[in-house]
């Protein structure tokens, strides 16, 4: 191979790179973006579940006789 023909493929190569790396760091700002809203609807879903719950027991305290009891076994 010529040296012209073996810069020419350093250069390809370096290229490459370069887009390579480009890629990986916006792939990994990607990710990291998306791992904050996961941890965002995971506090949200254990909000609405804890407040699901309070709104049960809160249900279950204002029936008439109190909680409502368990069917009988056949």
Same mark, same amino acid.
């Given at each position: 191979m010529k040296k012209?023909? /073996?810069?020419?493929m350093l250069e390809d190569l370096q290229s490459q790179?370069?887009? !390579?790396e480009d890629t990986v760091q916006g792939l990994q700002a990607a990710l990291s973006s998306q791992?904050?809203?996961l941890?965002? /609807?995971?506090?949200?879903?254990?909000l609405l579940k804890e407040r699901?719950?309070? !709104?049960?027991?809160a249900l279950d305290d204002a029936r008439p006789?109190?909680?409502?009891?368990?069917?009988?076994?056949?």
């Open positions: 012209k023909e /073996l810069l020419q790179v370069a887009f !390579q791992q904050q809203d941890l965002v /609807l995971q506090r949200q879903m254990q699901q719950d309070e !709104q049960a027991a006789g109190g909680p409502e009891a368990p069917p009988p076994h056949y």
